[in-house]
């Protein structure tokens, strides 16, 4: 993604929600129209769903004739046999990525990026995530094996660097969030979704820490989607370094 990011020289991934029943021709459609201000496409389940095999292909074959990334956004969250078995289809179909719901464990974690890895596929971690529930799962306390209070999501956190995932899902909402994690210098990307329509602000959240911006409705809902995204472009040429809240 890095290196893809800095030819395009874009840091948002278009997030293809439409709401309404979309064919092969309009998720083409939609790819080229934004190629020049993305640098990957997310794709969740319901966009998935219900494609072929075929043509979740071709859309992937386009995407990176266009020097794009594709990334599936199931976060998986099953056995590892089961988990393996998507990753394994997904990646057949020209998938560079897969979304992964850390609840599944460590060592669950790590068998998914070793069997990814393989594939030369990557893996891509829920810390944070933005919706307004996230706070009632992601940010529980517990008592850890040392005795220590600690966030379900610091936990999370903790074992995709252990688990050398590729990159971590935090809310562009969660700035507080996001700049304690980008603060312990983990190298991991840090993708967040929840720019513009879940209220978070894409020069904030950059601010704070987020590498990659996964933007959906604020771009593919607007009148104008070009210039949508090249207004968020811009609104992310203006950031200095300084973190702010
Ligand atoms: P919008 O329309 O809000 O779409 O720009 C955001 C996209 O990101 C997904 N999403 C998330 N994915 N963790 C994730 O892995 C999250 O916290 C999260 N919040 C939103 C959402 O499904 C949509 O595709």
Not at 151 to 177: M, P, T
């Amino acid at each position: 993604m890095t290196e893809v990011s800095s030819i395009k020289g874009s840091r948002i991934i278009l997030a293809l929600d439409f709401t309404h029943r979309t064919n092969l021709r309009s998720a083409l459609k939609a790819i080229s129209l934004l190629e020049r201000y993305i640098c990957a496409i997310k794709m969740n389940f319901h966009l998935i769903l219900p494609f072929s095999c075929y043509e979740l292909s071709e859309v992937n074959r386009l995407v990176h004739t266009y020097g794009l990334q594709s990334v599936a956004d199931i976060k998986l969250n099953d056995i590892p046999t089961t988990n393996k078995i998507a990753i394994s289809h997904l990646l057949r179909m020209g998938f560079d990525a897969v979304t992964v719901n850390p609840f599944i464990g460590a060592v669950g974690l790590r068998d998914v990026v070793v069997h990814a890895h393989r594939l030369k596929g990557g893996i891509i971690a829920l810390v944070y995530m933005s919706h307004v529930g996230a706070p009632v799962g992601f940010g529980i306390n517990f008592i850890d094996s040392n005795k220590q209070v600690t966030s379900l999501y610091q936990k999370f956190f903790q074992d995709a660097i252990a688990c050398g995932v590729d990159g971590v899902v935090i809310g562009a909402n969660r700035l507080e969030i996001l700049r304690e994690v980008s603060l312990k210098g983990s190298g991991i990307p840090i993708y967040s979704p929840g720019v513009g329509k879940q209220g978070g602000s894409i020069r904030y959240a950059a601010k704070n820490g987020a590498d990659y911006f996964i933007i959906g409705r604020s771009i593919i809902g607007s009148k104008d989607p070009v210039k949508a995204a090249k207004r968020l472009q811009h609104q992310l040429s203006l950031n200095n370094a300084t973190p702010i809240l």
